[in-house]
Every structure is written in structure tokens, then in C-alpha cells.
């Protein structure tokens, strides 16, 4: 009833950018909490950022200072500024959110497919 849809991954060089957005679309009551989390072959599934309702943020030591979360309410979107990039930046990223769905009782967790994001010379 809910889904969340990334974009913007790709192939960048060290030292690059990217900015990843991850859109909340269908029978959405409340978006709450907003997340990206990552994941390379062979590992566990890592937080990399989240943000609240109310903008609160929260990074991996690995990111901070390099990457920045956003959202925007009116649009039910999050975004991911990542700069200067590393090749151990190379993984799949996912969006997550926390949302309530129109006519429910509690709030759900809803995970994006995943855009892949390649570090590379």
C-alpha cells in the first residue's frame, strides 16, 4: 500500500558525489522516520543515516562529514548527498521508512529495492 523508490545511484570516481532520493508513494497517512542503510555482498545490511519527522539526524561514523540526509515533507522524500566518495562507499543502498498507512492502527517499516552505488577508477 506504501512503497519507497531510489534513485540516482551510479558509477563515480573517488572523490566524487552522488545524491541519492528515495520517493514514499501510494496510501501514505504519515511519514515518520526516514533512513538509508547499505549493504556489499557477504555483509550484514548497515545503517549509513537517518532523519526524524522533525529533521533530527543521525549518521555512521564511516559517513560523517561526508554524506548529508535531507527531506522534504511536501514532496515524502529523502535524500542522501554523499561526497567524497570512497571505493568502500561501493554498495547497494537502501531507503527505509517508518510510516503509517491511511486507516491503520500502528505504523509500518517499508524497505526500497536498493540503487547500487560503484566507487571506482
Known amino acids: 500500500q506504501v512503497q519507497v523508490v531510489e534513485s540516482g545511484g551510479g558509477l563515480v570516481q573517488p572523490g566524487g558525489s552522488l545524491r541519492l532520493s528515495c520517493a514514499a508513494s501510494?496510501?501514505?497517512?504519515?511519514?515518520?522516520?526516514m533512513g538509508w542503510y547499505r549493504q556489499v555482498p557477504g555483509k550484514q545490511r548497515e545503517l549509513v543515516a537517518t532523519?526524524?519527522?522533525?529533521?533530527?539526524?543521525n549518521y555512521a561514523d564511516s559517513v560523517k562529514g561526508r554524506f548529508t540526509i535531507s527531506r522534504d515533507n511536501a514532496k515524502n522524500t529523502v535524500y542522501l548527498q554523499m561526497n567524497s566518495l570512497k571505493p568502500e562507499d561501493t554498495a547497494v543502498y537502501y531507503c527505509?521508512?517508518?510510516?503509517?498507512?491511511?486507516?491503520?492502527?500502528?505504523?509500518?517499516?517499508?524497505w526500497g529495492q536498493g540503487t547500487l552505488v560503484t566507487v571506482s577508477a
Open positions: 501510494g496510501s501514505l497517512f504519515r511519514l515518520n522516520a
Open positions: 527505509n521508512a517508518d510510516v503509517r498507512v491511511v486507516g491503520a492502527l500502528w505504523d509500518v517499516e517499508v
Open positions: 532523519i526524524t519527522i522533525d529533521g533530527s539526524t
